[in-house]
């Protein structure tokens, strides 16, 4: 068997180019998909490849494959709750299809990949110290499309990818967090000023000035932050 694998300074170039790929992408919707392109040239012969990353209740949170068939057999494991990527997840250890014609762990979807040009799987855990958080998977045209080169490939480029794109989420969502938190002091010193206008064009209290703030806006239909918005314009209530 060792025969059959990749030398070790050919995976070291592997693995330091998927690195790269994943480090150099803003956001890992990008990350994911430079990595399924990663993979398709990491493993030659294959029909595609794909990349899901999944919340802890199996839904998919990003994905992005090479191909259309790919994608069409990813959405199928999705849409039936079953399949190689979903067992690979979820078991965290690699899963492989010698034939999906004579495959019967999960009926529902290799019934429903009968009709496409894909035959052989390989589908490898996104592992991390927390748990998977996704699946890699390249699919093969051919029964026993690969050998246990491409296996271990796949898994020893899953391990760096894996906390690399858990990495990349957490950045993601600290962004996305700060975005959400400039936005609602935004909002919160819109309605500040707004109450303070009202104040003074009215002869309002505080109390009284918000509370016509607050009507007005359920009146209309129109968020509270807008109005206020509005009200700073020189808008009349």
Same mark, same amino acid.
């Given at each position: 068997m060792e025969a059959?694998l990749?030398l070790?300074?050919?995976?070291?170039a592997?693995?330091a180019?998927?690195?790269d790929?994943?480090?150099?992408?803003?956001?890992?919707?990008?990350?994911?998909?430079a990595?399924? #392109?990663? =993979?398709?040239?990491?493993i $030659?012969d294959?029909a @595609?490849a794909?990349?899901?990353?999944?919340? !802890?209740?199996?839904?998919?949170?990003?994905?992005?494959?090479?191909?259309?068939?790919?994608l069409?057999?990813?959405?199928?494991?999705?849409?039936?709750?079953?399949?190689p990527?979903?067992?690979?997840w979820?078991?965290q250890?690699?899963?492989i299809?010698?034939?999906?014609?004579t495959?019967?762990?999960?009926?529902a979807?290799t019934?429903s990949?009968?009709h496409?040009?894909?035959?052989?799987v390989?589908s490898?855990?996104?592992?991390?110290?927390?748990?998977?958080i #996704?699946a =890699?998977k390249v699919?093969? $045209?051919?029964?026993g @499309?690969?050998?246990s080169?491409?296996v271990? !490939?796949i898994?020893l480029l899953?391990r760096?990818a894996?906390?690399m794109?858990a990495n990349?989420?957490?950045?993601?969502?600290?962004?996305r967090?700060s975005?959400?938190l400039?936005?609602?002091?935004?909002?919160r010193?819109?309605v500040?000023?707004?109450?303070g206008?009202?104040m003074?064009?009215?002869?309002?209290s505080r109390d009284?000035a918000?509370?016509a703030?607050?009507?007005?806006?359920?009146?209309?239909?129109?968020?509270?932050h807008q109005?206020?918005?509005?009200?700073?314009?020189g808008?009349q209530?």
């Amino acid at each position: 068997m060792e025969a059959d694998l990749p030398l070790a300074d050919e995976l070291a170039a592997l693995t330091a180019r998927v690195a790269d790929l994943l480090l150099t992408h803003d956001t890992v919707e990008e990350a994911v998909r430079a990595l399924a #392109g990663a =993979l398709v040239e990491a493993i $030659p012969d294959t029909a @595609g490849a794909g990349v899901s990353l999944m919340d !802890v209740g199996g839904h998919r949170t990003s994905t992005a494959s090479t191909d259309p068939v790919v994608l069409e057999a990813d959405q199928l494991q999705y849409d039936l709750g079953q399949g190689p990527c979903l067992t690979a997840w979820a078991q965290q250890a690699t899963v492989i299809v010698e034939d999906t014609r004579t495959e019967r762990r999960w009926p529902a979807w290799t019934r429903s990949v009968a009709h496409l040009p894909l035959r052989s799987v390989i589908s490898s855990p996104l592992s991390t110290p927390g748990g998977a958080i #996704g699946a =890699l998977k390249v699919y093969s $045209p051919v029964p026993g @499309g690969f050998d246990s080169r491409a296996v271990r !490939v796949i898994e020893l480029l899953a391990r760096p990818a894996a906390l690399m794109l858990a990495n990349a989420q957490a950045r993601d969502s600290a962004e996305r967090l700060s975005e959400r938190l400039i936005q609602a002091l935004g909002d919160r010193d819109s309605v500040r000023t707004a109450t303070g206008i009202l104040m003074e064009r009215h002869r309002f209290s505080r109390d009284q000035a918000l509370a016509a703030l607050i009507t007005t806006s359920r009146r209309r239909h129109e968020p509270l932050h807008q109005l206020s918005r509005e009200i700073i314009g020189g808008a009349q209530l």
